[in-house]
Nanobody, 125 residues
Framework: QVQLVESGGGLVQAGGSLRLSCAASARTFRSYAVAWFRQAPGKEREFVAA????????YYADSAKGRFTISRDNARNTVYLQMNSLKPEDTAVYYC??????????????????WGQGALVTVSS
């Protein structure tokens, strides 16, 4: 059973950057697609970005395009979300999720196999 742990959240000023990490407990993670989601206070969870197991395919929500970059290091069983030009509206708890089947902008809305506990990102204005 893969377990995921997010880290790297924190407080940053608008315009700043943060890098979130999603570390997995099992080597089988290397064959999993991984996605980042976020949930702001009082709002529904929303898709942010996803990456295929091979790193060859990445997908982004419109709100993330041009500012966020998802990547992975399978040797370290870790997926990253580099967030630049952060805005106050990016404030949310960020979750990573993994699944053995592809996660795309068309297929993210389903029960993904495993989720992390979340990392809080707060962007001050």
């Amino acid at each position: 059973q893969v377990q995921l742990v997010e880290s790297g959240g924190g407080l940053v000023q608008a315009g700043g950057s943060l890098r979130l990490s999603c570390a997995a407990s099992a080597r089988t993670f290397r064959s999993y697609a991984v996605a980042w989601f976020r949930q702001a206070p009082g709002k529904e969870r929303e898709f942010v970005a996803a990456i295929s197991w091979s790193e060859m395919m990445t997908y982004y929500a419109d709100s993330a395009k041009g500012r966020f970059t998802i990547s992975r290091d399978n040797a370290r069983n870790t997926v990253y979300l580099q967030m630049n030009s952060l805005k106050p509206e990016d404030t949310a708890v960020y979750y990573c999720a993994a699944d053995p089947y592809p996660i795309t902008t068309a297929t993210y809305d389903r029960d993904l196999e495993v989720w992390g506990q979340g990392a809080l990102v707060t962007v001050s204005s």
